[in-house]
T-cell receptor
């Protein structure tokens, strides 16, 4: 089955700096890659996603890049703010059916 | 508002007792999922259902049971056979079909076994 690895497990950045979280996947059939943000005591919420026919997608301060050949994808957050502090999960899926999640990255933005 | 409601938010159980976690959605989604979340680990799939009266085991189904009698409801029972049940449990739902994407999550239920 699919195996998704996520790094780093923890990340601290100064407010205003950029944060990058990286994931790799093993199944070349995976074609949908969402990123979820989970605040303390809450359920994860989708923040951005990308499909395998696209190399990059951007939504304001958040962007995701996908390298299908290398089987890795990354989340980029620019101009970080304290409210960006949360746990971020990547996932891989085939056509939006069963999802395989990374182990999460705890991001702390220091004011 | 449309969404997924999980209850209870916190639950304490003695060893040897079965407990049932509730999950209700009013998004008219066909597919529903149960995940378990432990510190430092990703979300692991317990059970999922893509249609009423049908469900499949996920990666860690042992010690758990589910039912799907109504489209809106997908309760999870944590049985006494589950060796390490203390965890945060998340219910999710989505539309069924190709490229239907987003999983919607509830706010979770935290189970502690005393």
């Amino acid at each position: 089955g699919e195996n998704v690895e996520q790094h780093p497990s923890t990340l601290s950045v100064q407010e205003g700096d950029s944060a990058v979280i990286k994931c790799t996947y093993s199944d070349s059939a995976s074609n949908y890659f969402p990123w979820y943000k989970q605040e303390l005591g809450k359920g994860p919420q989708l923040i951005i996603d990308i499909r395998s026919n696209v190399g990059e997608k951007k939504d304001q301060r958040i962007a995701v890049t996908l390298n299908k050949t290398a089987k890795h994808f990354s989340l980029h957050i620019t101009e970080t703010q304290p409210e960006d502090s949360a746990v971020y999960f990547c996932a891989a899926s085939i056509f939006g059916n069963q999802f395989y999640f990374g182990t999460g990255t705890s991001l702390t933005v220091i004011p | 508002d449309g969404g997924i409601t999980q209850s209870p938010k916190y639950l304490f159980r003695k060893e040897g007792q079965n407990v049932t976690l509730s999950c209700e959605q009013n998004l008219n989604h066909d597919a529903m999922y149960w995940y378990r979340q432990d510190p430092g680990q990703g979300l692991r799939l317990i059970y999922y259902s893509q249609i009423v009266n049908d469900f499949q085991k996920g990666d860690i189904a042992e010690g758990y049971s589910v039912s799907r009698e109504k489209k809106e409801s997908f309760p999870l029972t944590v049985t006494s056979a589950q060796k390490n049940p203390t965890a945060f449990y998340l219910c999710a739902s989505k539309r069924v079909g190709v490229n239907t994407g987003e999983l919607f999550f509830g706010e979770g239920s935290r189970l502690t076994v005393l």
